[in-house]
């Protein structure tokens, strides 16, 4: 039967409802919103790969343009709402502005980098209209060493929060940068646990908070529906087989 805790975590990756976890490769297509903006971008469909490659090429470089990276980043990850991105835009309007959301970036990703995450979070964290965690955290875990031994920058967003919540019961809904950190430490803690890559297990928790629409009701009352039909064991993938027919998804 299915409990909170760390052997949720553990069920999550195992179940076959969530497809391959190469799926987390898949290239997204970029919209026009960027182009319409004078915005150009290196392509028009991104992965992870792709932009750990973008990365890496700004490293090479003395003066590396953090701010265009920042735009492959948000092309990747805005889904639909281009509002925030709108107003991130705006903050690099002119040279200056440029300069100071360059030097803010390349802050937060030298510490990244090293592994420093509160530092990391803190760089950038608030400074910036608009660009909140959800956006930065992936901006983080891009300029991330991943051959690092400990813990790193991952992605940190409400269907993340949301997945860790309904799987565990811990909360990790402030904006401070424990929380980030100590967010970062527990994906690590369950990477040498479960033998699994960290940013699998991000992934892993994405989907899951898609299938539950980032609310953990919606996976306690898919729960509760099947001992209403008198099912005496209910175990994870049950409970994930009943939230994909009810959302009307084949796969997640």
């Known amino acids: ?27 997204l297509p970029i919209s026009t919103w960027w182009a319409d903006r004078g915005i150009v ?7 992870r ?10 490293w090479e470089n003395d003066e590396p343009d953090w701010v265009t990276f920042l735009w492959h980043v948000l092309a990747w990850g805005v889904v639909g709402d281009y509002r925030n991105a ?6 690099a309007g ?6 100071r959301l360059n030097g803010i970036l390349r802050a937060g990703a030298e510490a990244s980098r090293q592994g420093d995450i509160r530092s990391a979070y803190t760089a950038i964290h608030g400074q910036i209209a608009r660009l909140g965690p959800a956006f930065f955290s992936k901006f983080l875990y891009l300029t991330s060493d991943r051959n690092l031994p400990g813990s790193r920058c991952l992605i940190l967003d409400s269907r993340v929060s949301a997945a860790v919540f309904t799987l565990t019961g811990r909360e990790y809904w402030k904006e401070t940068a424990a929380t980030y950190a100590q967010f970062c430490g527990e994906i690590h803690r369950w990477s040498e646990l479960f033998d699994e890559p960290d940013d699998v297990i991000e992934f892993r928790l994405y989907q899951f908070g898609r299938l539950i629409a980032s609310s953990r009701w919606r996976w306690l009352h898919a729960e509760a529906s099947l001992y209403r039909e008198g099912r005496r064991h209910v175990g994870f ?8 027919c009810l959302m009307g998804w084949t796969t997640v």
């Open 237 to 244: 993938d049950d409970i994930a087989e009943r939230r994909a």
């Open 86 to 91: 709108s107003k991130i835009v705006t903050s």
């Open 41 to 47: 971008l290196s392509s028009t469909e991104l992965n």
């Open 94 to 99: 002119d040279a200056e502005q440029r300069a």
């Open 49 to 58: 790969t792709a932009l750990f490659r973008l990365a890496a090429q700004c």
């Open 1 to 27: 039967m299915w409990q909170e805790g760390d052997a949720a975590v553990g069920d999550l990756l195992r179940s076959p409802v969530f497809g391959p976890v190469d799926r987390m490769q898949e290239p």
